[in-house]
């Protein structure tokens, strides 16, 4: 696991003299992300420094557009999966108003404070500073002068499409979790500690780990998933329903329910992760109860024998 190094006043700037950097946000840490971790690395082999990912500690549209901002991972996951890339650090920027209202000349001398890295990667369409002004034209001009090797790569595609966070959302929220998956190069997952449930799980013969997900990381679409839930280091197949259940919605506010096959035990206030594999059917708003223990107890007769 790479060391995770915050560039505030003190930081050793001098840390970016000889390394290869690949600066983002990185939402998702998906395949085009992974690519360019890829060829920080490749750099940093053939010139002697440190592979670096260049972030920031909160996403940017936390600060401009709170309202419509919808995440992959949260911060905190955002930068262990990166620290986990294969890279030999993370350094991470504190995005203050500050940072955000500086010119791009302003933003990268904040930046590396006279320490260049050797080498930058970011995607072609990179906008950094203030309303996101500069461009990789600016970033060159700078460049130059500093002696450091821009490298403004094409995205990385997929079924000739760029891989770009947006996209993943999207196909989340139209519950393709396969291809969002194949995008991710990893299982979309949710974190989170069980939660009180209403108990009823129990007397329908399936109970539930209850989560609430934040509205910001609610992208996947409600539904049923065949998944795999992470809980004190051991791994369950699950069945999980995504969305509130229109058949309690008055009586519950749970967002994610898991139910864990072969798990006898409590779970509230535990830590669990779900990684989500397969899409099984849309939520459904059953007439009657015996129809809706019918329906889940045959999704967990399909999750115990496809996943
Ligand atoms: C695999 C699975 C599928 C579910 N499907 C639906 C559904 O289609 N419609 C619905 O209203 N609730 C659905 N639920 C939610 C159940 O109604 C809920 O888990 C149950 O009422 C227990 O709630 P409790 O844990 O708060 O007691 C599903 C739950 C699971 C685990
Ligand atoms: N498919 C890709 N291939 C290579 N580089 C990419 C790809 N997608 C993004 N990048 C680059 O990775 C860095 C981080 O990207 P950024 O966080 O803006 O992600 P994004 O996937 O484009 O997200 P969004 O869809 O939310 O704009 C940037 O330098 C960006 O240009």
Redesign the pocket.
């Given at each position: 696991m790479a060391e995770i190094f915050k560039c505030d006043e003190m930081f050793d700037h001098s840390f970016f003299t000889w390394s290869s950097c690949?600066?983002?946000?990185?939402?998702?840490v998906?395949?085009?992300?992974q690519?360019?971790l890829s060829c920080a690395q490749e750099t940093a082999r053939k010139n002697g420094g440190a592979s670096v990912a260049l972030t920031f500690d909160i996403d940017p549209d936390e600060v401009f557009h709170p309202e419509r901002l919808k995440k992959l991972m949260t911060n905190e996951e955002r930068i262990k999966t990166l620290s986990e890339s294969g890279v030999d650090a993370v350094v991470v920027l504190p995005f203050t108003q500050r940072f955000s209202a500086s010119s791009p000349e302003e933003f990268l001398l904040n930046t590396f404070n006279g320490h260049a890295p050797s080498y930058l990667?970011?995607?072609?369409?990179?906008r950094f500073g203030a309303r996101a002004k500069g461009t990789v034209k600016e970033l060159a001009n700078w460049a130059r002068d500093a002696g450091t090797e821009v490298c403004a790569?094409?995205?990385?595609?997929a079924d000739g499409a760029?891989?770009?966070?947006?996209?993943i959302?999207l196909l989340l929220g139209d519950n393709d979790i396969i291809e969002a998956n194949k995008l991710l190069g990893r299982p979309y997952y949710l974190v989170g500690t069980v939660q009180q449930g209403r108990g009823e799980g129990q007397e329908f013969g399936f109970r539930t780990a209850n989560l609430k997900v934040p509205s910001q990381l609610q992208v996947l679409g409600a539904g049923v998933y065949g998944a795999y839930a992470h809980v004190d280091g051991m791994r369950y197949k699950a069945a999980v329903s995504v969305g509130v259940s229109p058949v309690f919605a008055d009586k519950t506010d749970a967002t994610c329910e898991a139910h864990l096959l072969d798990f006898e035990g409590d779970l509230y206030g535990k830590a669990i992760k779900v990684e989500f594999l397969h899409f099984l059917r849309p939520m459904i708003k059953f007439e009657t109860i015996d129809e809706l223990i019918a329906t889940v107890n045959g999704n967990i007769a399909w999750v115990r024998g496809n996943i």
């Open positions: 690949a600066f983002g946000v990185f939402d998702g998906h395949r085009g992300h690519y360019l990667h970011v995607g072609y369409d990179f790569h094409d995205l990385k595609s760029p891989i770009t966070a947006t996209r959302r």
